[in-house]
């Protein structure tokens, strides 16, 4: 994770006690459902340059997110949460919410990741889906 995304991520946190555990308004909320043992499918995430956060939340009971239950990636498969996003485990989310913090953004780019649940066996659900910048 860059200095620059650690810092915004660590601000968010910081900051949501103080906004009454809400997030900061323009950013993108996942529902992830699961049914039949898999993860439901998700709309593409559209990201605008003002938004700087987004926030996935699992629905249904059962599942929580490991430590990386999200991962993006860049345009050659390659875990990009260090240059482009820095996820994290939602510190009010009881193991049932994810956040990243956009660190840049890139116009026209779309950035495939990885949604990953484990039910309480650990087994994991994983789907594959993308943000795209605009």
């Known amino acids: 994770m860059n200095k620059k995304a650690a810092f915004v991520f660590a601000l968010v946190v910081a900051a949501a ?28 995430i559209d990201i605008y340059p003002e938004e700087v ?15 990386d239950g999200i991962v993006v990636f860049d345009d050659k ?11 994290g485990p939602d510190p009010f989310g009881s193991g049932r919410g994810f956040l990243c ?11 495939p990741y990885n949604i990953k649940v484990i039910d ?6 994983v789907l594959d889906p993308v943000i795209q910048n605009h």
């Open 17 to 44: 006690p103080a906004l009454g555990q809400q997030r900061p308004p323009f950013h993108p909320q996942v529902g992830i459902h699961v049914a039949n043992g898999k993860i439901q499918p998700v709309n593409q």
């Open 53 to 67: 956060l987004i926030s996935w939340y699992i629905v249904d009971p059962g599942y929580t997110f490991p430590t």
């Open 77 to 87: 498969g390659k875990a990009a949460n260090s240059a482009d996003h820095a996820c």
């Open 101 to 111: 913090v956009k660190a840049h953004h890139t116009p026209n780019k779309q950035f």
């Open 120 to 125: 309480s066996s650990n087994s994991p659900l």
